[in-house]
């Protein structure tokens, strides 16, 4: 092969399967923190969800809400209550 001894060739490839190895290890690392992050997020997720239903469960529950939806305006959507100064976070800011 062109003037390459037969040890010399031997040394490439081995050093071409060493870097090899080295790849596919940090391939996988980074493929695990991947997962890792997305099983992450999926559970956020998740979570909002659940709190989003109930939070609709309980504004569907509501008895002066039951068949009735209004409609939310920027002033209504802003999360606070003028009377009480204090934050609305549940469904009870749409059934007022």
Do not use: H, V
Not at 22 to 28: G, P, Q, R
Not at 38 to 62: G, M, P, V
Not at 68 to 91: F, I, N, V, Y
């Amino acid at each position: 092969m062109m003037g390459l001894r037969r040890s010399r060739l031997a040394d490439m490839f081995i050093g071409l399967l060493i870097e090899n190895e080295n790849l596919e290890e940090k391939l996988f690392m980074q493929n695990l923190k991947l997962k890792q992050e997305r099983d992450e997020f999926l559970e956020n997720d998740l979570r909002n969800i659940s709190y989003k239903r109930i939070l609709l469960s309980e504004l569907i529950s509501r008895p002066k809400c039951a068949g009735k939806w209004k409609s939310s305006s920027t002033t209504e959507a802003g999360g606070s209550d003028s009377k009480s100064g204090r934050r609305t976070g549940t469904a009870e800011r749409w059934c007022k």
